[in-house]
C-alpha cells in the first residue's frame, strides 16, 4: 500500500537559514508521482511541484529545490534563504499509476516557523 | 473562475445530526475527492470520484456517504455525525487526464461535532 512519513512534525530556523524538509513514500508501483503543496496560516492548500516516477532530476525554482532519489524513496525539498512568509505547513503526497489509481495519498505534514 | 467552492466554512453539530457539506467546481474536472485534516494525521482521503456516478472509498470513509450525479458537485454526507469527526474538511479537484495533474483544493470547512 501506498505510504507518506514525514519524519518532522515541527521545525523552527531564524530567517536567511536554509533548512530541509523530509519526505520518505512507499510504494510497490514503478509508475507514481509525487507532489509538494503548501498550507499558510491563512489555511488554503497550495500547489508548488510535482514530480514523476521516471524523472529523478532535481529542480530549482527560485528559493525552493526538491530532490528526488528513488534509490531511498525520498523526495525532499529545501528552502535556501528561508524568509518569514514561508511558515507554513507542507505536505508531501503519492499518487500510484497501477495500484490505488486515482488516490493521492498525503503525508502528516511539517509545521515550519521561519523566525525573523 | 470560482474554482472549487466548499459550503459552508464552519458548522456546529450535536452528535446524532445529519449534515452535508457541498462542493462544486467549475472546472469540468472529472475527479473530485474529500479529504478531512486532523493534528498530526495529515489529510486523509475520505471518498472519491472519477466522474459523474461513479465514487469510490478513500483511506476513512466509514461515517461518510457520497454521490456524483453531475459533473460540477460532490456533496458528502455525515448521517449520523459523532465528535470524532470534527474535522477540517477539504474538498478537491483535478482534470481526468493524468495523475500527475495537481489537485485544486476548496478553502475548506471546519466541522465541530458535540
Known amino acids: 500500500a501506498q505510504k507518506v512519513t514525514q519524519a518532522q512534525t515541527e521545525i523552527s530556523v531564524v530567517e536567511k537559514e536554509d533548512v530541509t524538509l523530509d519526505c520518505v513514500y512507499e510504494?510497490?508501483?514503478?509508475?507514481?508521482?509525487l507532489f509538494w503543496y503548501k498550507q499558510p496560516p491563512s489555511g488554503e492548500l497550495v500547489f508548488l511541484i510535482r514530480r514523476n516516477s521516471f524523472d529523478e532530476q532535481n529542480e530549482i525554482s527560485g528559493r525552493y529545490s526538491w530532490n528526488f532519489q528513488k534509490s531511498t524513496s525520498s523526495f525532499n525539498f529545501t528552502i535556501t534563504a528561508s524568509q518569514v512568509v514561508d511558515s507554513a505547513v507542507y505536505f508531501c503526497?503519492?499518487?500510484?499509476?497501477?495500484?490505488?489509481?486515482?488516490?493521492?495519498?498525503f503525508g502528516p505534514g511539517t509545521s515550519l516557523s521561519v523566525i525573523p | 473562475n470560482a474554482g472549487v467552492t466548499q459550503t459552508p466554512k464552519f458548522q456546529v453539530l450535536k452528535t446524532g445530526q445529519s449534515m452535508t457539506l457541498q462542493c462544486a467546481q467549475d472546472m469540468n474536472h472529472e475527479y473530485m475527492s474529500w479529504y478531512r485534516q486532523d493534528p498530526g494525521m495529515g489529510l486523509r482521503l475520505i471518498h472519491y470520484?472519477?466522474?459523474?456516478?461513479?465514487?469510490d472509498q478513500g483511506e476513512v470513509p466509514n461515517g461518510y456517504n457520497v454521490s456524483r450525479s453531475t459533473t460540477e458537485d460532490f456533496p458528502l454526507r455525515l448521517l449520523s455525525a459523532a465528535p470524532s469527526q470534527t474535522s477540517v474538511y477539504f474538498c478537491?479537484?483535478?482534470?481526468?487526464?493524468?495523475?500527475?495533474?495537481?489537485?485544486?483544493f476548496g478553502s475548506g470547512t471546519q466541522l465541530s461535532v458535540l
Open positions: 510504494t510497490r508501483d514503478t509508475t507514481y508521482y
Open positions: 478537491a479537484s483535478r482534470t481526468g487526464q493524468g495523475l500527475n495533474e495537481k489537485l485544486f
Open positions: 470520484s472519477v466522474g459523474a456516478g461513479i465514487t
Open positions: 503526497a503519492l499518487s500510484e499509476a497501477e495500484t490505488s489509481y486515482d488516490k493521492v495519498i
